[in-house]
């Protein structure tokens, strides 16, 4: 998109909460196929948690996430940089006739705003992944978690960029894939992660791993779920749910939970 485009779209953005390029995640097929998955996942984990639990949804954009765990009874606060999202947010809330709070802002000027240990769990869903300064975020978060909260973060994978580039036949950028862990691919900072690296990462955190998570083996890399028609959607989902340990790294986005280590329990200085 050059420059004149940029800003034309930004200005009705700001002026007019409108952006014809924009997509709902709330609504839109394929992206409602890996709710699905996602809730799939986490079901364990938010079953762990008490009625009326707080959860920060960190990026929440148009409440994907917001809505169906409102629904199940949680207290959920999103957080968005994007206007026209909490907009988007807000009306699928009234819709859905739920209730969820939401701030505007950055999640790394936001977060230190809010209580220390005041959540029961932060899920932060397809945002790390395009932010350099992901770790520092990550942290953010954590410091709003109780010990014992639980960090719910999806994280682009290694597989998936290389495959991508392969694709493609842009062998340079595969071996950079292949040889880092981000930077920037045609023109965009990414970042990404093997299974391995994001348990390491869990360790720096002062997280206790709680497990790592497929999101997408088949779907996105070589089709778009939503264009499928609903038995064959299903079909392909029952395969998708299922944890393949050996190929878990082989994925779209690595689904990773972890929990606050209670201080007195860290091993971190
Ligand atoms: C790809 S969407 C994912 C939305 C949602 N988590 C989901 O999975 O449905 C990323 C969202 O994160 C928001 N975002 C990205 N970086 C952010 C930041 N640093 N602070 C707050 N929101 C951010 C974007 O505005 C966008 O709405």
Known sequence: MDIVQKLKRKTLRA???????????????????????YLHQTHPYWETLEDGAKILDAGC???????????????????????????????????SGVKAKFLKGDIGRVCPSLEEGSFDAVLCAEVLYLHPHYETLMKNMIRVLKPGGLLVTSHRTKFYYLMKALAQKDYPTARFIAENNEGSLWGTYFNWQTVRQLRQLHQLLGLRSQGIHPIGIFSEIYLAPGELEPSLQDQLFQIEKDPFDEITGCTRYLLAVGEKIPASHSDLP
Not at 15 to 37: C, G, N, V
Not at 62 to 91: C, W, Y
């Open 15 to 37: 002026l007019f909460r409108y952006d014809p390029s924009y997509t709902d995640m709330f609504t839109d097929k394929s992206e409602l196929y890996f709710a699905r998955l």
């Open 61 to 95: 954009q148009s409440g994907r996430f917001t809505i169906p765990l409102a629904k199940m009874g949680f207290e959920v606060t999103g957080i968005d940089t994007s206007g026209l999202s909490l907009n988007h947010a807000q009306k699928h809330c009234r819709e």
